[in-house]
């Protein structure tokens, strides 16, 4: 389920989002950084499968592999 959040206001909301710690949850941001916060924020809330996509051009990259099923 696409999700779009600020990480002030996303970890007090993500349970109900993703109610298992093993959801599978793929972040990106522009260049990276915030998407690899959010992992790290995430793991230290217990969530395991969690997928720094890296920036969006990263992101689309990773995509485009995974639909190729290269």
Excluded at 38 to 56: D, K, P, S
């Amino acid at each position: 389920m696409p999700c779009r959040c600020r990480w002030a206001s996303c970890s007090p909301g993500i349970a109900r989002i993703a109610p298992g710690l093993d959801t599978p949850m793929i972040l990106y941001c522009a260049s990276g950084m915030r998407s690899a916060s959010g992992v790290r924020m995430l793991a230290a809330l217990g969530y395991t499968g969690v997928h720094n996509a890296g920036g969006l051009g990263q992101a689309v990259a990773w995509a485009r592999q995974r639909n190729s099923g290269t």
